[in-house]
């Protein structure tokens, strides 16, 4: 039980880390490991069209830069005493979260949306989505700041805390290494179709009981009932397993219409509907944020409560 407190204290001094000091302007580790990231794929990723080696070297390339990270986290674990590794344990967290950072970047888009400014808000919403932001209206624009809210809830906020809990520090930084590789390697295009495979797929597994945990998060701060039921009928038709049931989820709780076509350099990507209610606006992105800001705090008093009931139950023993 005492490990299990002392991670509830680790979750809350990263919560506190981030809210005081929010995303590192300068020297972030995830910045330095998408570096090594994008040149070890460079120098593997030679020939995407050949399938079976293409994959295997995605495999490859996964290893080679999530290995060395965990082996080096394990070793200080070796080296670092009890509330040295304490602290240390919540750094790490505070680095793989990112709460006050998706708040600022919503609210900057929000903040557009409400000045009128439709060039600004289309920057803005250009910076945390892959979607042609230029061919977005005032609409398309809050459907997908408030879709990125709720899904990056679950990827860097919930489904880190999950993990940090379930496996500690490697657990962490699992997920979120991998988590990277995804969004840098997993796009369905013909130089990563193969290439990004394994880390697509590991990506998939780890985020598969967090996105259900943070869908159930959104529909417990928001109207269940519908919740549960744009998660029922609605994730289902989503390509991506676990966004689909965060996304859905979201939008019920909070009685907005997300999904839908959306411009991509691609082309028109003809989406299903997620959710139902209004139409997303400034107002529904500023909903998404407290969502997922209130869910971190349900998380942590939850938390709380176990860990006090625990010992309580272990001092009376």
């Avoid at 495999?59 to 060395?68: A, C, F, M």
């Avoid at 938390?303 to 001092?315: D, E, Q, R, S």
């Amino acid at each position: 039980m005492n490990a299990f407190i002392f991670a509830v204290i680790a979750c809350s001094i990263a919560v506190l880390l981030d809210r005081w000091l929010g995303e590192p302007r300068r020297w972030h580790p995830l910045v330095g490991f998408g570096r090594v990231a994008a040149f070890v794929e460079q120098s593997l990723n030679r020939q995407p069209g050949r399938r079976g080696r293409s994959i295997l070297l995605g495999l490859s390339g996964l290893l080679i830069t999530v290995v060395p990270v965990l082996v080096a986290a394990e070793l200080l674990r070796w080296m670092l005493g009890g509330w040295e590794y304490l602290l240390f344990q919540a750094v790490v967290l505070y680095f793989a979260m990112s709460i006050r950072g998706l708040t600022e970047h919503g609210k900057a888009v929000a903040d557009a949306l409400h000045g009128g400014n439709l060039e600004n808000a289309q920057e803005q919403v250009g910076r945390i989505v892959s979607r042609n932001a230029a061919e977005l209206d005032e609409n398309g624009i809050a459907v997908a700041a408030t879709e990125s809210m709720l899904e990056n809830g679950a990827d860097a906020v919930f489904a880190s805390l999950f993990w940090f809990l379930v496996a500690g520090v490697p657990g962490v930084l699992l997920h979120r290494l991998v988590n990277t590789l995804d969004a840098m390697w997993g796009y369905r295009n013909e130089r990563y179709l193969y290439f990004g495979r394994a880390a697509a797929k590991l990506d998939d597994v780890l985020n598969w009981i967090p996105a259900r945990l943070t869908a159930l998060t959104y529909g417990v701060l928001g109207n269940f009932r519908r919740a549960l039921r744009c998660w029922r009928q609605q994730a289902p038709a989503w390509d991506s397993p676990n966004a689909g049931p965060v996304m859905a989820a979201g939008a019920g709780a909070l009685g907005v219409e997300l999904g839908g076509p959306a411009p991509y350099g691609s082309g028109l990507k003809q989406r299903p509907v997620l959710g139902e209610g209004a139409e997303a606006s400034a107002d529904t992105i500023g909903a998404a944020i407290q969502l997922v800001n209130r869910g971190v705090w349900l998380w942590l008093g939850l938390l709380a409560v176990v860990a006090i009931a625990g010992w309580f139950t272990a001092g009376a023993n």
